[in-house]
């Protein structure tokens, strides 16, 4: 078996490096707190964002026929060319998210 003296150094030298995770663990959470400021913002807004658009298709859908209506060739293409493209963005902002 081992001697109580070697036993006892081990123990303290463990205590010491939990004390020391536990710093750097602390430490750690310090810093990417303002790191991930910007992306909680973002899931806030897009949170908001779902919340809100229920309400602007209610609005919106007794002015359909005039939503529908043909618009110019110009604004055609890219109204188009937005709603082509926003799922794949949107796809883009979640899984980024």
Known sequence: MYPQAELDRLAHRKRELLCSIRARREALAGHVEP??????????AYTQ????????KSAVAPSNPVVTAAPSSITDEWVGGLFRWAPVALNIFRSIL
């Open 35 to 44: 790191v991930l400021r910007p992306i909680l913002w973002a899931d806030w």
């Open 49 to 56: 964002w779902r919340g809100i658009v229920p309400a602007i």
